[in-house]
């Protein structure tokens, strides 16, 4: 099985140097595209390779690409732009990449930015991955020495500067038109679309927004090629994916798997089954702003298809495990705290919304449930719906708790049929 | 123009809106409060969402929010099945989760959107258990009250303050259900068009505290139409009255001129309307009270015999009573009340605007300029509402390069993150720095014989038919060429200047730019001083050094003032001498000032408020005011003092108009700037009351338990009651904007042509001044003086709050006015071994002037820039050379 994602981490050893990556074909991706290749050949090589976005909607890469206005007419100014903002409760794949290879992240950068003919590119991380940005530094520092970055990369008429921001912190930085804003120094709030970045992004320029994992792959792919990449995933979908599982199993972590592994296999398999003592009830896929799954799914596949078709997203693919000693009531009342505090304010349904779905489940889990407050949750689940709200955080707040709902309606209900505390008056 | 289907009905709407407008401007009630019409939209508040279908055959639709949906043909949507219906009531009452329910406390009841949209989408039960979030509320200064929990997010006031006002100190802090709408800190809100937050916040958040001091609620308040008269651009404005009290000032919607807003001035300047400096009964010197008609008779017999009276007009009274005077003492023997330098300035202003063949715009025009060049004005000081109109001006590039990636202009944040910095070419010729200083791309600095000499060259960089300027310093030639290239390349270039620098070439400079101008869509747009200025200089009369003249010869004897500190307008030394010589001092006001201290008799003259009239505003626009409330028992308008000592025999208001109209060439059609009298809607008047207007039989109880007889007002189409024609009166007689299930100001969106437009019928007043295009070249360009060592050129410098006399007279602006200031370039201050806040003493011819010492590195070496109309200014003599010094004491 290959992992070339992740063939560079090796245990061990501390991080992939430099010479760590070059020693397994690290930065031939770069050189074969911009010594070899038009930028609009890169981008048709990762049309065709049939990549999908990793940071959790799967939206296909090449497609993004190709709104970016290119060719004489195009704006003189474009940006990358690489979402390194990994805040998704129960994810920490992004973190193993840039931690353990960071000369993976910028080669895909470089021709990231090539592909679209960026001026500059920006690496967007989150605030606490203070090891990732020292290693990430040092790494873009070793680039311009070597040539990969700065003026003529490579001897080819292609010039790229490369910046690392740390973010402030929030959640909603990693919704990618936040992630403009905060970057250029405003409220990070989402924005409107349309205009979508690849129109106007970074700054009112032209921007593409990627997840890390995404770039990481596309050195691979334009060194060995499609045929290679086609062959890695086991299902409808290409390539490897870092998948992760949390919570009461044996052995919690990250493993780099075809795309298309079932989830048994995942969870059985690489996470070891559930602890002793716990029994599975749920899981969420991808994060906490997907859908719960039951045991009876655990032989879908984890493709961004077939899991839809299961009602939930694959998301970023990192798995939270409900066991049968943890209530799902507290559980979604945990995230829903979560996501109530991390709303940017702007929208009203996310900002006002959020907040009484968390009273609600506070009174419940307090004695102090009334009737009709599980039809209320539903309400609120469909109110904060796909489409209603300014951008996806509320929705995605939704899905655990809708799901909740359907499958755990028991547990919900179990704190209504208890005696009623005295309330005062 | 796409046909769109609305529940069933074809509607044609006007394309390259968005559904939200488009809604509304059919007279539809679709709720919203983030969307605004001057501000465009940004999809906050989710409150306006409709249900689109794909076709005929989409029984289901899906939600869209109306003011980020673009109307295109053939769209089909639905206001009012259920599950759009059901969403707007959700959003409804999400935000009453944290909406505190004090209505019955609160100022905005009863005038708030929330009600109104909490109405209309019927949230009547509470569902949310929680508790409420509260915020602590700022001191923002003497304008605006903060209530921070009545908030609902919908983030209009930081964009009005930021975006569209240019504010830097309003901001919004925290994230989810803790955001915070307010300063980094407690203290005055420092934009100077703060009080608009009062209308823009859809709550009680901002509210005028001015109001809250003298409380009432909208419903209650008899109000009437009226124009600012703190300024010269006649901005329209609904003055509100309750127990024989002016009580505020907000905005009535003009669509040609201040549409939604006004400047702080304007909005709370109106205090002296109740204050004590008013003058309540005639008196003899020594403020010695005698009757009205004693005081009539008295008039009478000084006015005996007639050649010897003299009468002095004034640039802030009315039409009617500057009119009066002329006709009581003849055209030879009025007075404008302005020095001859002022008569000039002005007349130059009429020649250019009677003359110019650029469009003489009117504010709603001069936002859709391309390319900006104010010559020598400080319009946030001298016109402020124009310079927020300037602000909206220079976005036009940026909307330009909007529409090219397809961004519509309504959607706001979009338009401004692809506009980024792009602004539209703005140029700016001054004596010292000005607040629109941010948004320039370029500043030039000088006296105003230099900004004269700019405004020159960059004319005949334009045209070369333009008298050419000789010594001109290098940089002086590159910053006119470059001027000249970005006016050349527009397609509505506009130039702005006026009186500010009170130098007449500084305005001939600026007529020569735009007659150089080539570009059809170009427009000259010319500040003036007062509420009345362009209405007294189309009367003309002599000016004070020819009355000082003849009262010196003894061809005159007495003077008649009308509403006019004369301080204000000319030297301390001129004035003193004509007051000296003059046998008997007559003066009709409403305020006491230092020409009262002076005067023989003073009768007391009714002020805006309490009486109707004419300003004629810069642009040359006759625009009528009304009476809110009657005058104390012992005043009455100037015109009718005139009147009754033999001016005239004018029975009413309209009979004096019908004089004016006829007598005067220029002024013929004032009769028309609003219906008259006998103007009635099914046979009745319109009413000044609203009706709910309450305690009309209770009000007077304490004096008297009979309710007395309604006020009759002869002079006006509108009634002091409740009664009269409930239907929508013509728009210069509409004082408050008010619709079923609309009590905001909000509205007005009933009563416009189209959002945002003209009213319905047309907006109110008539435009004067027809040009005829016919201007000649101004040749006279000034040769600017070598700096005598030791000396400095005194220049005027105009302050919003200060420099305008009755807003002055305004508690809440009299806190917000500064001292007496000199401004030099801190390379001055350094050679005078002095710094800011130490005293200077400016030596005139004479006398001297003592200010405090500011630094501004906007102002040029050899340059003082003096505070203007500011209490001490009077023995100034403006663009003099003086010495200064360190004063000896401290001021």
Known sequence: MQTPLTKNIKPGRDFATLADYRATGGYEGLRKAVTSMESLQVQQVVKDSELRGRGGAGFPTGLKWSFVPMGENAPATKYFVVNADEMEPGTFKDRVLMEEDPHQLVEGIIIGSYAIRATSAYIFLRGEYHLSAERLAAAISEAYDQGYLGKNILDSDYSLDLYLHTSAGRYICGEETALLNSLEGKRA????????????????????????????????????????????????????????????????????????????????????????????????????????????????????????????????????????????????????????????????????????????????????????????????????????????????????????????????????????????? | MPNIEIDGAIHEVDGGQNLLQACLALGLDLPYFCWHPAMGSVGACRQCVVTQYTGPEDRRGRLVVGCMTPVGEGLRISLKNDAAKEFRADIIELLMTNHPHDCPVCEEGGQCHLQDMTVMTGHTVRRFRGKKRTHRNQYLGPFINHEMNRCIACYRCVRYYQDYAGGKDLGVFGAHHHVYFGRSEDGVLENEFSGNLVEVCPTGVFTDKTYGKRYSRKWDLQTAPSICVHCSLGCNTTPGERYGELRSIVNRYHGEINRYFLCDRGRFGYGFVNSERRILQPELRGRQAISPDAARELLKSVLEPAEKVIGIGSPRASLEANYALRELVGADRFYTGWTESGNELMQTVLEVLRRTDALNPTLAQIEQADAVLILGEDPSNTAPRLALSVRQAVRNAGFELAAKVGIPHWQDDAVREVAQDLRSPLFIASCASTRLDGIATDVFRGTPDEIACLGFAVARNLNPKAPAVRNLSASLKDKARVIADALKNAQRPLVISGTGCLDKTVIEAAANVAKALQSGGKALSLVVPECNSTGLALLSGHSLEEAEKALESGAAETVLIVENDLYRHAGKSLVDRLLDRAKYVVLIDHSRHP???????????????????????????????????????????????????????????????????????????????????????????????????????????????????????????????????????PAALMSSAWAPAWNSNQSIIKFQAEVGGHLQGGDPGVRLLESSGSLDWFAAFPEPAKAAKGTWLVVPQYYIFGSEPLSSGSPAIAEQVNGLCVLLNPEDLDALQTKSGDALELQFDGQSTVAEAKSDIGVPIGVAAVSFGLAGSEGIDWLTRVPIRKAAAEV
Not at chain 2, 642 to 658: C, K, Q, T, Y
Not at chain 2, 674 to 700: D, L
């Open chain 2, 595 to 729: 020409i009262a201290g002076k005067a023989d008799l003073v009768l007391p003259a009714a002020s805006f408020a309490e009486t109707e009239g004419t300003y004629v505003n810069n642009e040359g626009r006759a625009q009528r005011f009304f009476s809110v409330m009657l005058p104390g028992a012992e005043m009455q308008d100037s015109w009718q003092w005139l009147r009754d000592a033999g001016a005239g025999n004018w029975e009413h208001a309209d009979s004096i108009i019908a004089a004016i109209a006829s007598g005067i060439p220029g002024l013929k059609g004032v009769a028309d700037a609003a219906p008259g009298a006998g103007f009635r809607i099914s046979g009745m008047k319109i009413p000044r009351q609203s009706q709910r207007y309450s305690g009309r039989t209770a009000m007077r109880a304490n004096i008297a338990v009979s309710e007395p007889k309604q006020p009759v007002d002869p002079d006006s189409p509108l009634a002091f009651s409740m009664e009269g024609a409930a239907v929508q009166p």
């Open chain 1, 189 to 425: 709030n989402p924005r409107a679309k349309p205009p979508f970045p690849q129109i106007s992004g970074l700054w009112g320029k032209p921007t593409i927004v990627n997840n890390v994992e995404t770039v990481c792959n596309l050195p691979h792919i334009l060194y060995y090629g499609l045929d290679w990449y086609h062959g890695l995933g086991r299902g409808k979908d290409k390539g490897t994916k870092l998948f992760g599982a949390s919570g009461r199993v044996k052995r919690p972590g990250i493993w780099e798997l075809p795309m298309g592994t079932p989830i048994r296999e995942i969870l059985e398999e690489h996470a070891g089954g559930m602890q002793d003592g716990y029994r599975l009830r749920g899981f969420l896929p991808g994060g906490v702003s997907t859908d719960f799954m039951l045991p009876e799914h655990l032989d879908v596949p984890m493709d961004f298809e077939a899991i839809a078709a299961h009602g939930s997203r694959m998301g970023t693919g990192t798995m939270i495990i409900l066991d049968d000693r943890t209530c799902p009531v507290e559980f979604v009342l945990n995230v829903e705290r979560f996501f109530s505090r991390e709303s940017c304010g702007w929208c009203t349904p996310c900002r006002d919304g959020l907040p009484w779905v968390v009273a609600i489940l506070e009174d419940l889990i307090q004695g102090k449930g009334r009737p009709g407050d599980l039809d209320l949750l539903h309400h609120q689940t469909r109110m904060m719906g796909p489409g209603n709200t300014f951008c996806a955080l509320a929705p995605g707040a939704m899905e655990p708790l809708q799901s909740a709902l359907k499958y755990f309606r028991d547990d919900f209900e179990k704190y209504l049929r208890r005696p009623v505390l005295a309330e005062a008056g």
